[in-house]
């Protein structure tokens, strides 16, 4: 009882820890620089006052989906052909395991 509720406890840590702390790619601007272009939610441990894009929030990540939020950051334009976000993996600037890190980090946001 006392193991399960331990185990309960550290899965919701953890799971707040990866909510908080974006990885790397998304921050760096050699890399995603998403921040260059999208706020996060409160709570969330960066924070970014740009509106080039939508504010990422996590019901909305949630309800798009991690197939549909793996497709937005490999290319973008595919969804929408004038858009100013930058295919990342169609100009490899994310490969795919980055990109799935983004993916489940978007997926987690508050
Ligand atoms: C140069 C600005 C820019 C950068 C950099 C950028 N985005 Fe975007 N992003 C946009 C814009 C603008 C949109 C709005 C959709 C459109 O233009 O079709 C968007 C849309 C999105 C969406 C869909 C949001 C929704 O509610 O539909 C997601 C998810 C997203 N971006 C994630 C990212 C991630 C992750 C990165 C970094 C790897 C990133 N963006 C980098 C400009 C940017």
Redesign the pocket.
Known sequence: MRRAAFALLSMAAAASAAAQQPPD??VRPD????I???QLPAGAATESRND???R??GA??RE?GRAA?RE??ED?SK??P?????P?GRHRL?DAGEIDR?AEY?HALP
């Open positions: 790619v998304f890399k995603g620089h998403c260059a272009c999208h080039v894009g939508p990422l929030e909305r990540m798009l939020l937005i950051i973008a969804r929408n004038q858009t100013v976000m930058p990342f994310l983004l978007l």
